[in-house]
C-alpha cells in the first residue's frame, strides 16, 4: 500500500494525469498506477462509462 501512496502522490503532480488515465482506460491496463488510479478503480471508472 505504500507503493500504491507514493505513485499516486507522484501523479497528482503530473500535468499529463489526465492523458495517462484515458489511455489507461482505453487500452484496460491490467496492472499498476496509470492517471492516479490502481486497477481497480480504472475498472470502476470503465463499468460507469459503459451505463
Given amino acids: ?3 500504491e501512496a507514493r505513485a499516486k502522490s507522484i ?3 503530473c500535468r499529463v494525469r489526465p492523458d ?3 489511455y ?3 487500452i484496460r ?3 499498476g498506477i ?3 488510479m490502481n486497477e481497480v478503480e480504472r475498472k470502476l471508472v470503465l ?3 459503459a451505463g
Fill in 29 to 31: 491496463e491490467p496492472h
Fill in 34 to 36: 496509470w492517471g492516479g
Fill in 24 to 26: 489507461a482506460i482505453r
Fill in 47 to 49: 463499468e460507469r462509462r
Fill in 20 to 22: 495517462c488515465l484515458d
Fill in 1 to 3: 500500500m505504500a507503493r
Fill in 11 to 13: 501523479c497528482g503532480e
